[in-house]
């Protein structure tokens, strides 16, 4: 299995996941950015033949015998080296996180943690994207448990099946439950354009009060409830007609 994050190798989230992954009993390997790259979603980075990933290993708190190795790169890079076989055996799963903040509505689009596992997915393994709330003090232990159990049902799942998990920040005992979540419009944030005083575009999240749905991840979370969604990647759609019409399009032309 391999351990990821877009916040970088020593954030404290990736160690806080790495640990409860070990309970499982599954072979562990970390490989993470060198520093935050949050935001980079499914990138890669510039690529090239004849360059190299710079590799570094590093010791993580708790993780005495588990390899951990620090990759110069957006995450998507550490799971596409980590799958062609870069940190040893190619891994069977993919877990990205703990981030801290979450990962909810169709911004996940952007989101390192999620793209770490959509990249993994591209790759034919599925993958477990997990992030918790912010607050004063994060209870990583609440996000790293129900990791554990999210992994429980879904290493008996079809290959490349994803799944995002957003927790609330608060003490296990004082969770609401989990339920499955529909993905909101929104995050808890949306970006705004604001003024420069060096008239360069600027840009900001802010909280948006939108009214969402009920059933929605970003909504869930607010009313204290651990929300899961199962997530797909880049896939082609059902058959549609556009082909034929641009092939009648030439004929009349041609």
Known sequence: MLVTNDDGVM???????????????????????????TGFGAAIGAFHVDGSIDVKQVELDG??????YSVTGPPALAVMAARLGGFGEPPELVVSGINPGANTGRATLHSGTVGAVLTGANFGVSGLAVSIDLGDELHWDTAGTLAVHALEWLVEQPAKTVLNLNVPNVPIDALRGVRWARLAPFGTARAHLVE?????????????????????DTALVREGFAAITSIVGIRATDP???????????????
Request: with cysteine; charged share 15%.
């Open 11 to 37: 954030a404290p989230g990736i160690a806080a996941l790495a640990r409860a992954m070990v309970t499982t009993g599954n072979d562990i390997v970390v490989a993470a950015p060198h520093q935050d790259m």
């Open 63 to 68: 993780l005495v015998g588990v390899p951990c």
């Open 196 to 216: 420069s005083p060096s008239g360069a575009l600027q840009m900001e999240l802010r909280p948006h009060g939108e009214v969402l749905p009920a059933d929605s």
């Open 240 to 254: 549609i007609d556009v082909a034929d019409h641009i092939a009648a399009r030439l004929e009349r032309t041609g």
